[in-house]
C-alpha cells in the first residue's frame, strides 16, 4: 500500500507564494510520474503539473510561468512551488504518484484572498 501525504496549503494573498510538499511512504517504488491536480469549488479537476522520472515537466497554461514543479526521486517527494498568486488558484490540490497504479494524496487547500 502506497501513501501520499501532502502539506504546505492554506492562506495567502493576491500576489504571494506557497509551497506544497507530497511525500510517498509505504509500499514505494520508483514512479514514472508525479504531479498535482486541483479542483476548485462546482469545476472539475484539471492537471496542474507533471514530472517525470526523466525530468520533464508539463504545466496547465493558466500557470505556466507562475508554478515551478520539482521532485527528489531518493526520496519519492514532488514539490510544487507557487508563486504570484491569483484568486483563481484557490482549490484543494490533489498530489498523484503514477505507476502501473495511479495513487492519490487526500488534498490539500489553497486558498488565495484578493
Known amino acids: 500500500q502506497v501513501q501520499l501525504v501532502e502539506s504546505g496549503g492554506g492562506l495567502v494573498q493576491a500576489g504571494g507564494s506557497l509551497r506544497l510538499s507530497c511525500a510517498a511512504s509505504?509500499?514505494?517504488?520508483?514512479?514514472?510520474?508525479m504531479g498535482w491536480y486541483r479542483q476548485a469549488p462546482r469545476k472539475q479537476r484539471e492537471l496542474v503539473a507533471v514530472?517525470?522520472?526523466?525530468?520533464?515537466?508539463d504545466y496547465a497554461d493558466s500557470v505556466k510561468g507562475r508554478f515551478t514543479i520539482s521532485r527528489a526521486n531518493a526520496k519519492n517527494t514532488v514539490y510544487l512551488e507557487m508563486n504570484s498568486l491569483k484568486p483563481e488558484d484557490t482549490a484543494v490540490y490533489y498530489c498523484?504518484?503514477?505507476?502501473?497504479?495511479?495513487?492519490w494524496g487526500q488534498g490539500t487547500q489553497v486558498t488565495v484572498s484578493p
Open positions: 514530472i517525470t522520472n526523466g525530468e520533464s515537466t
Open positions: 498523484f504518484a503514477e505507476g502501473i497504479l495511479r495513487f
Open positions: 509505504g509500499n514505494t517504488f520508483r514512479f514514472n510520474a
